[in-house]
Protein backbone atom coordinates (compact mmCIF):
# COMPACT_ATOMS: atom_id res chain seq x y z
CA UNK A 1 0.00 0.00 0.00
CA UNK A 2 1.35 3.37 -1.08
CA UNK A 3 0.42 6.80 0.08
CA UNK A 4 -0.13 9.49 -2.29
CA UNK A 5 -0.04 13.21 -1.94
CA UNK A 6 -0.31 16.14 -4.81
CA UNK A 7 0.13 19.36 -4.03
CA UNK A 8 1.07 22.84 -6.87
CA UNK A 9 -2.46 23.40 -7.63
CA UNK A 10 -3.86 26.55 -7.64
CA UNK A 11 -5.66 29.17 -9.88
CA UNK A 12 -4.25 30.60 -13.21
CA UNK A 13 -4.81 32.70 -16.06
CA UNK A 14 -5.29 30.92 -19.91
CA UNK A 15 -2.05 30.68 -21.16
CA UNK A 16 -0.05 30.46 -18.35
CA UNK A 17 1.65 27.86 -16.56
CA UNK A 18 1.47 25.42 -12.91
CA UNK A 19 3.95 22.06 -11.98
CA UNK A 20 2.41 19.51 -9.67
CA UNK A 21 3.81 17.49 -7.80
CA UNK A 22 3.04 14.26 -6.00
CA UNK A 23 4.71 12.66 -3.33
CA UNK A 24 4.59 8.69 -2.74
CA UNK A 25 5.39 6.96 0.33
CA UNK A 26 6.40 3.16 -0.46
CA UNK A 27 7.65 2.02 -3.43
CA UNK A 28 5.63 2.71 -7.13
CA UNK A 29 6.39 1.88 -10.29
CA UNK A 30 4.10 3.13 -12.79
CA UNK A 31 2.56 6.33 -11.79
CA UNK A 32 0.08 8.90 -13.75
CA UNK A 33 -2.25 11.66 -13.47
CA UNK A 34 -6.06 11.65 -13.79
CA UNK A 35 -8.42 14.39 -13.65
CA UNK A 36 -12.18 14.91 -13.15
CA UNK A 37 -13.51 18.23 -14.28
CA UNK A 38 -17.04 18.99 -12.91
CA UNK A 39 -19.61 17.02 -14.14
CA UNK A 40 -17.79 14.94 -15.87
CA UNK A 41 -16.28 11.28 -15.06
CA UNK A 42 -12.50 10.95 -14.14
CA UNK A 43 -10.03 10.83 -17.11
CA UNK A 44 -6.55 9.87 -18.53
CA UNK A 45 -3.90 12.94 -18.81
CA UNK A 46 -0.51 10.76 -18.39
CA UNK A 47 1.82 8.62 -17.59
CA UNK A 48 5.32 6.84 -16.76
CA UNK A 49 6.83 3.99 -16.33
CA UNK A 50 8.35 3.24 -13.31
CA UNK A 51 12.32 3.62 -15.07
CA UNK A 52 10.59 7.18 -16.54
CA UNK A 53 11.76 5.92 -19.92
CA UNK A 54 8.20 5.99 -21.36
CA UNK A 55 5.54 8.35 -21.14
CA UNK A 56 1.85 8.61 -22.56
CA UNK A 57 -0.43 11.69 -22.89
CA UNK A 58 -4.00 12.22 -23.55
CA UNK A 59 -4.63 13.79 -26.66
CA UNK A 60 -6.00 17.36 -25.03
CA UNK A 61 -2.59 17.84 -22.91
CA UNK A 62 0.12 16.48 -25.62
CA UNK A 63 2.46 19.07 -26.58
CA UNK A 64 1.54 20.98 -23.16
CA UNK A 65 2.44 18.47 -20.47
CA UNK A 66 5.62 16.81 -19.48
CA UNK A 67 4.82 14.02 -16.75
CA UNK A 68 8.20 13.47 -15.33
CA UNK A 69 9.39 10.87 -12.33
CA UNK A 70 12.55 11.69 -9.85
CA UNK A 71 12.68 7.97 -8.62
CA UNK A 72 15.45 9.10 -5.67
CA UNK A 73 12.97 11.84 -4.17
CA UNK A 74 9.96 9.18 -5.24
CA UNK A 75 8.04 11.63 -6.77
CA UNK A 76 6.19 12.61 -9.92
CA UNK A 77 5.39 15.61 -11.36
CA UNK A 78 3.14 17.02 -14.06
CA UNK A 79 4.81 20.21 -15.91
CA UNK A 80 1.32 22.13 -17.59
CA UNK A 81 2.13 24.90 -19.53
CA UNK A 82 -0.15 26.99 -22.40
CA UNK A 83 -3.41 25.95 -20.03
CA UNK A 84 -6.80 26.18 -21.31
CA UNK A 85 -9.53 26.80 -19.49
CA UNK A 86 -10.42 23.24 -20.35
CA UNK A 87 -7.52 21.79 -18.35
CA UNK A 88 -9.67 23.35 -14.80
CA UNK A 89 -10.39 19.82 -12.95
CA UNK A 90 -9.41 17.91 -9.46
CA UNK A 91 -5.97 16.55 -10.44
CA UNK A 92 -5.13 13.18 -9.19
CA UNK A 93 -1.92 10.99 -9.12
CA UNK A 94 -2.09 7.29 -9.28
CA UNK A 95 0.65 4.38 -9.09
CA UNK A 96 0.30 0.81 -9.33
CA UNK A 97 2.78 -0.72 -6.48
CA UNK A 98 2.45 -3.79 -7.70
CA UNK A 99 4.11 -4.00 -11.42
CA UNK A 100 0.92 -5.18 -12.46
CA UNK A 101 -0.45 -2.14 -15.13
CA UNK A 102 -1.67 -3.45 -18.07
CA UNK A 103 -2.61 -0.49 -19.49
CA UNK A 104 -1.70 3.31 -18.59
CA UNK A 105 -4.50 4.52 -19.71
CA UNK A 106 -7.34 2.26 -17.55
CA UNK A 107 -8.37 3.90 -13.86
CA UNK A 108 -8.51 0.90 -12.59
CA UNK A 109 -5.36 -0.13 -13.13
CA UNK A 110 -3.61 1.55 -10.38
CA UNK A 111 -4.42 0.47 -6.78
CA UNK A 112 -3.42 3.43 -4.76
CA UNK A 113 -4.46 7.28 -5.36
CA UNK A 114 -3.79 10.66 -3.54
CA UNK A 115 -6.50 13.00 -2.18
CA UNK A 116 -6.43 15.48 -5.43
CA UNK A 117 -5.21 19.10 -6.17
CA UNK A 118 -7.95 21.88 -7.66
CA UNK A 119 -6.13 23.18 -10.77
CA UNK A 120 -8.34 26.37 -12.10
CA UNK A 121 -8.02 28.19 -15.32
CA UNK A 122 -9.76 31.37 -15.88
CA UNK A 123 -10.06 33.10 -19.39
Known amino acids: QVQLEESGGGLVQAGSSLRLSCAAA?????MGWFRQAPGKGREFVAAISWTGGSTVYTDSVKGRFTISRDNAKNTVYLQMNSMKPEDTAVYYC???????????????????WGQGTQVTVSS
Open 94 to 112: AADSSRTIASYRIQGEYDC
Open 26 to 30: GRTYA
